[in-house]
C-alpha cells in the first residue's frame, strides 16, 4: 500500500512541477503609483526629445552591443511617436510640446495633396493609411492639449483621405496607388485600420456635427465583425490596441449622454480584446529574462508590445466605465493593466542602469530588448503608463 | 444551468463514481467494504475541504491568477479524462481495512488530481460554498454507488469510461475558459 501511495504522490508531484513550469508558472506584476507611471511616461518622452535630430526626424533604432544606430526609417512610427507626446500634453505634461511641434513640422512637409484630402508619405512617397491615421491622432491629442485650431484645416484634409480609403464595407486599405489615383486594392495591415478608427473617432469627438462619425461606425462595425475572418487571422481577435482606442473614444462621444453608441456587436468585440489583452499580460508576467524561462515562456515582450498591451486595457477600462454592458469586466481589466504598467516601469532603464551603457543619453528611460531600442517602445510605454495613471489613482482612492 | 449543477456536472466526471464502484467490485473484498470506502470517504472530504478552503492561500502563494490557475487544471482533468477513457485506471489489489481506504480509495479515486484540481480553481472563481457542496454530492454519490458495488464489470467500465470522455469535455472547457479569460 505505501508503495503504490508513494508512486502515486510521486507521479502527481512530478506532474504539478511540469505544471508550475509551464502554464501555472508565477506571474510578477510589479507594484507602481501614479506619480511613478506619469514618471516613466515622462523620462520616455525626455528619450524621445534628447534623441530628436534638428529636423524633426527622431533616432529610429539604436543597438547598444554594437553603439550603432539603424539608418533605416519609418514614417508611421514617427507620427505614432509624435502622438504619444501630444497625448502627455494633453495628459497635463506640456514640456515636450516644443519637440512634438518640430515633429509635425517634419511631417507637414512631407504632406501629399490630391483632390480635397492630403496623406503624410515616405521617403520613397509611399502613401500609407497608418501614417496619416496617426498623424491624425496626434493633431488631435495637440488641439485637446491646446485648444489651438492652427492645424484644424490639415486634420480635416487627413480625415477626408482616410474616408477616402475606406471601402463599402468599412474597412481600409494599406496604401494609395497613386497611378491609378485609387486605393491599392493588393494589400491591408492588421493596424491601419484600427488607427483610422481611432482617427475619425477623435474626429468627431473635436468636430461633431461634421459626419466623421458614420465612417468611424462603419469601421467599428467591420473590426467588431468581419475583420479577423476576412483578413485570416491565425488566433481571433488580432490584439488591435488602436481598436480599443476607438471604441473607447465612441462610448465617450457626446451623444452617448443620451443612450449607449456601441452596438452589441461593438460590446462582444471589445470584450474579446479585452480577455486577449488579459491573457498576453498573463503570459508575459511569467517571464523573466533566465535562460530557463526564454526556454519555457519564450522571450519577454519588448517595450512597445507591453505598451501596447497597456494602452488598449487602458481604453477598455474607460469603456468598462464609460458602457454598462462592459461594468463586470473593470475589475479585472484595471488589474492587468496595472500589472502591465507595473511590469513597463520595472523594464524601463533607470539611472542606475543607464550609468553601465556606452552611451546612457541613449538609455535612460527607454525599453531595450536583446541590447536594441526602437523609437516607438518609447512611444507605446509612454502612451501605456501615462493612460494607467487614472486607473491606479483610482485604485489609490478606493482603498481605506 | 445553475452554479451548482455546473459544478456538480465537474466533479462526477472528475470522481467518476462509475470507476470508484468498478475498483470497490472489482478489488475489495464485500466484508469489510463499508469500513473502507467509509475511511475512504471521510480522507477524500478532508482533501477536498483543504483544497476548497486553502485554494486563495494557495494561489496567493503561487502568485498565480485564478484564470492562469484554470488552465492548469484543465490540463490535469484532460490527462486524467484521457487515462480513463482509455481504460488507464488505477489498478492495485485493495485489500481490506483502513489502509485501503487511503490508498486507492482516497487517494488517488475519490481525492484524485481531477477532483483537487478542480476544486483549488472552482473554489477561487466560483466560490467555496457551492463547490463544497457540489463536491461532496459527487463524493457521496460515488460512495454510495461503490457501497453497493453491483456486480457488473462490463457496464461500470463502459460508464467509466463514459464518464472520462465527459471528463474531456469538461477539462476542454475550462481550458479554453483559462486562455480566454481576462
Known amino acids: 500500500m505505501w508503495r503504490g501511495l508513494l508512486v502515486t504522490l510521486a507521479l502527481w508531484a512530478g506532474g504539478a512541477l511540469i505544471l508550475r513550469a509551464t502554464v501555472a508558472a508565477a506571474e510578477h506584476c510589479p507594484s507602481i503609483t501614479a506619480d511613478e507611471a506619469l514618471a516613466g511616461a515622462t523620462e520616455a518622452a525626455a528619450w524621445i526629445a534628447r534623441v530628436q535630430r534638428p529636423d524633426g526626424s527622431y533616432l529610429y533604432e539604436y543597438n547598444a552591443a554594437q553603439d550603432a544606430e539603424t539608418p533605416a526609417y519609418n514614417v508611421v512610427r514617427h507620427a505614432g511617436v509624435t502622438m504619444s507626446l501630444y ?82 464595407d468599412g474597412s481600409y486599405l494599406l496604401t494609395w496607388d497613386r497611378a491609378a489615383s485609387a486605393p491599392d486594392p493588393r494589400e491591408r495591415s492588421k493596424y491601419a485600420t484600427g488607427e483610422a478608427f481611432w482617427a475619425l473617432a477623435l474626429m468627431h469627438r473635436l468636430f461633431p456635427g461634421e459626419g466623421w462619425d458614420a465612417a468611424a461606425r462603419a469601421v467599428a462595425d467591420y473590426l467588431s465583425l468581419h475583420r479577423d475572418r476576412i483578413e485570416q487571422q491565425k488566433f481571433p481577435p488580432w490584439a488591435d490596441q488602436w481598436a480599443a482606442y476607438g471604441l473607447a473614444e465612441m462610448a465617450a462621444w457626446p451623444e452617448a449622454a443620451s443612450g449607449p453608441v456601441l452596438s452589441e456587436a461593438n460590446v462582444r468585440y471589445a470584450r474579446s480584446l479585452a480577455e486577449r489583452f488579459g491573457f498576453l499580460v498573463r503570459v508575459d508576467s511569467r517571464r523573466t529574462d533566465s535562460w530557463l524561462s526564454k526556454l519555457l515562456h519564450g522571450r519577454r515582450a519588448r517595450g512597445a508590445g507591453i505598451g501596447t498591451w497597456v ?3 487602458d481604453s477598455l477600462w474607460r469603456l468598462t466605465g464609460a458602457d454598462g454592458r462592459m461594468a463586470d ?71 481605506p | 444551468m445553475t452554479d451548482f449543477l455546473r459544478l456538480l456536472v465537474v466533479f462526477l466526471a472528475a470522481i467518476n463514481p462509475a470507476g470508484v464502484a468498478f475498483v470497490a467490485a472489482a478489488w475489495t473484498p464485500e466484508r469489510g467494504r463499508r469500513v473502507v470506502l467509509a475511511t475512504g470517504g471521510l480522507l477524500a472530504e478532508a482533501l477536498v475541504l483543504a483544497a476548497v478552503f486553502g485554494a486563495d492561500g494557495l494561489l496567493d502563494f503561487l502568485e498565480v491568477a485564478p484564470e492562469s490557475f484554470r488552465l492548469a487544471a484543465g490540463i490535469v482533468l484532460l490527462v486524467v479524462g484521457v487515462q480513463v477513457l482509455w481504460g488507464l485506471t488505477p489498478s492495485a489489489a ?3 481495512g483502513l489502509s485501503a481506504g487511503l490508498f486507492p480509495f482516497a487517494i488517488p479515486l475519490l481525492a484524485g488530481p481531477a477532483t483537487l484540481a478542480a476544486a483549488v480553481s472552482h473554489s477561487v472563481d466560483d466560490g467555496e460554498g457551492v463547490t463544497l457542496a457540489a463536491a461532496g454530492l459527487a463524493l457521496a454519490v460515488a460512495l454510495a454507488l461503490a457501497l453497493q458495488a453491483p456486480a457488473a464489470p462490463r457496464v461500470l467500465d463502459g460508464l467509466s469510461r463514459l464518464t472520462g470522455g465527459l471528463l474531456v469535455v469538461v477539462a476542454a472547457g475550462l481550458m479554453v475558459s483559462g486562455v480566454r479569460a481576462i
Not at chain 1, 511641434?101 to 521617403?123: G, I, P, S
Not at chain 1, 546612457?360 to 512611444?379: F, K, N, S
Request: hydrophobic share 50%.
Open chain 1, 87 to 168: 497625448q502627455l500634453a494633453a495628459g497635463g505634461v506640456p514640456d515636450f510640446l516644443p519637440a512634438a511641434d518640430r515633429a509635425t513640422a517634419w511631417m507637414v512637409a512631407r504632406l501629399y495633396r490630391h483632390d480635397d484630402w492630403q496623406a503624410l508619405q515616405d521617403a520613397d512617397g509611399g502613401i500609407e493609411t497608418g501614417a496619416s491615421a496617426l498623424m491624425l491622432a496626434g493633431l488631435a491629442q495637440r488641439r485637446l492639449a491646446t485648444n489651438d485650431p492652427t492645424f484644424d484645416f490639415v486634420m480635416r484634409a487627413l480625415a477626408r483621405f482616410l474616408l477616402a480609403m475606406q471601402q463599402a
Open chain 1, 329 to 399: 469586466m473593470r475589475p479585472k481589466v484595471a488589474e492587468r493593466a496595472v500589472c502591465s504598467a507595473g511590469m513597463l516601469r520595472d523594464r524601463q532603464v533607470s539611472p542606475a542602469r543607464a550609468a553601465t551603457f556606452a552611451r546612457p543619453d541613449l538609455a535612460l528611460g527607454a525599453w531595450y530588448t536583446d541590447g536594441v531600442t526602437r523609437m516607438d517602445d518609447q512611444q507605446h510605454a509612454l502612451s501605456g503608463m501615462l493612460r494607467a495613471r487614472e486607473i491606479l489613482a483610482s485604485q489609490a482612492a478606493a482603498r
Open chain 1, 311 to 313: 494602452e488598449a486595457l
Open chain 2, 94 to 96: 485493495a485489500g481490506a
